[in-house]
């Protein structure tokens, strides 16, 4: 199985985080003006000189926010990160900001993917988690231009008491839209999400025995976030199908904030440095706590004796989210 050691999978950038939709769910507590504090694009340069020259496999960036489209410089962060051949992929919000023309200019500057976020079928339901009227027509509409623009679709959807009884109808929905990945997001109790809005153990069991039976039949691919144990579900089902190591917090996946802080993942936040004093690949590699989190066997409880914790390992930040200790089984798994 893959250690992710010595270098991330993906690493999601905040480059800013501001942003005018008011999400439900937001884990950044998005605001509506930028951070004087966020990383200039000079201080950008190095981290990606970084990223494209320590790494055997450097990881693929996405640049998210906030929206980074309230970056008046980001078609100047796209083209310096595809200048050092790095996979780049694009996370927006779906505001009046994003365009067609945008999108195309996108095209030209060599970004790989776009991923939207679509968290119900209809209007009334994703409008209302994303606490502002004309989104989801705007995101349909944008996903379309994506396609036709020969760049890769992303759909993330959000997985909460308020949508979880709209993922029959979206699966109809992201097969139309004709994407490359449908991406689940489990909500977790950080930011502005509450435990209330997140699925309990058995509702997230369900939720991902019904995926698995779904992404099978599909010529896109499906992930999780906030859910590792996905794998251990899948492979219970195909038990003859090799067990890989699923990227999660520190292992496979990073994140650094618009001030250059380094987290294990958007939703864990705990920082392990930053970027203006340590180079991103020292603090991936050497921090103690991505060592720690890194170390399944650290775990306690069932995480720590589960037969599938080197694959999975839960999740992290739900541990801390719900718990407080980042080495706490995952509560929202029910696998004993």
Same mark, same amino acid.
């Given at each position: 199985?893959?250690?992710?050691?010595?270098?991330?999978?993906?690493?999601?950038?905040?480059?800013?985080?501001?942003?005018?939709?008011?999400?439900?769910?937001?884990?950044?507590?998005?605001?509506?003006?930028?951070?004087?504090?966020?990383?200039?694009?000079?201080?950008?340069?190095?981290?990606?000189?970084?990223?494209?020259?320590?790494?055997?496999?450097?990881?693929?960036?996405?640049?998210?926010?906030?929206?980074?489209?309230?970056r008046p410089?980001?078609?100047?962060?796209?083209?310096?990160?595809?200048?050092?051949?790095?996979?780049?992929?694009?996370?927006?919000?779906?505001?009046?900001?994003?365009?067609?023309?945008?999108?195309?200019?996108?095209?030209?500057l060599?970004?790989?993917?776009?991923?939207?976020?679509?968290d119900?079928?209809?209007?009334?339901?994703?409008?209302?988690?994303?606490?502002?009227?004309g989104?989801?027509?705007?995101t349909?509409?944008?996903?379309?231009?994506?396609?036709? =623009?020969? /760049?890769?679709?992303?759909?993330?959807?959000?997985?909460?008491? &308020?949508?979880? *009884?709209? #993922?029959?109808?979206? !699966?109809?929905?992201?097969?139309?839209?004709?994407?490359?990945?449908?991406?689940?997001?489990?909500?977790?109790?950080?930011?502005? =999400?509450? /435990?209330?809005?997140?699925?309990?153990g058995?509702?997230?069991? &369900?939720?991902? *025995?019904? #995926?698995?039976?779904? !992404?099978?039949?599909?010529?896109?691919?499906?992930?999780?976030?906030?859910?590792?144990?996905?794998?251990?579900?899948?492979?219970r089902?195909?038990?003859?199908?090799?067990?890989?190591?699923?990227?999660?917090?520190?292992?496979?996946?990073?994140?650094?904030?618009?001030?250059?802080?380094?987290?294990?993942?958007?939703?864990?936040?705990?920082?392990?440095?930053?970027?203006?004093?340590?180079?991103?690949?020292?603090?991936?590699?050497?921090?103690?706590?991505?060592?720690?989190?890194?170390?399944?066997?650290g775990?306690?409880?069932?995480?720590?004796?589960?037969?599938?914790?080197?694959?999975?390992?839960?999740?992290?930040?739900?541990?801390?989210?719900?718990?407080?200790?980042l080495?706490?089984?995952?509560?929202?798994?029910?696998?004993?």
């Open positions: 199985m893959v250690s992710y050691a010595d270098g991330p999978h993906v690493l999601t950038w905040e480059i800013t985080r501001a942003c005018q939709l008011h999400c439900r769910h937001c884990r950044a507590r998005a605001i509506p003006r930028r951070d004087p504090d966020e990383l200039s694009l000079e201080e950008m340069i190095p981290v990606l000189d970084d990223l494209a020259g320590n790494f055997a496999h450097p990881p693929i960036l996405v640049l998210t926010g906030g929206d980074p489209l309230e410089d980001l078609d100047d962060i796209i083209q310096e990160a595809r200048a050092r051949n790095l996979v780049v992929a694009v996370a927006p919000s779906a505001t009046p900001r994003l365009t067609p023309e945008v999108v195309q200019r996108w095209h030209e060599g970004v790989h993917s776009v991923s939207l976020s679509l119900g079928s209809d209007r009334l339901v994703h409008d209302a988690f994303r606490g502002s009227r989104t989801f027509e705007r349909i509409a944008m996903a379309e231009t994506v396609v036709k =623009a020969g /760049l890769g679709l992303q759909i993330n959807t959000s997985i909460s008491q &308020q949508t979880v *009884d709209q #993922l029959p109808k979206m !699966a109809e929905l992201v097969r139309h839209l004709k994407v490359t990945s449908w991406e689940l997001f489990f909500v977790i109790p950080t930011g502005r =999400a509450r /435990l209330m809005d997140a699925l309990s058995e509702e997230i069991e &369900q939720v991902l *025995d019904w #995926l698995t039976e779904f !992404a099978v039949k599909q010529p896109f691919r499906v992930t999780t976030v906030g859910a590792p144990q996905y794998i251990r579900v899948i492979h089902r195909s038990p003859d199908m090799p067990l890989r190591t699923v990227a999660r917090e520190a292992r496979g996946f990073a994140f650094i904030d618009h001030r250059g802080e380094v987290f294990p993942s958007g939703y864990l936040p705990v920082s392990a440095g930053n970027v203006k004093d340590q180079t991103f690949s020292e603090i991936y590699r050497q921090s103690g706590l991505f060592q720690m989190l890194r170390d399944p066997d775990f306690e409880g069932p995480c720590g004796l589960c037969h599938y914790r080197e694959a999975c390992g839960g999740s992290r930040a739900r541990a801390y989210a719900v718990t407080g200790s080495v706490a089984s995952d509560p929202g798994c029910v696998w004993v």
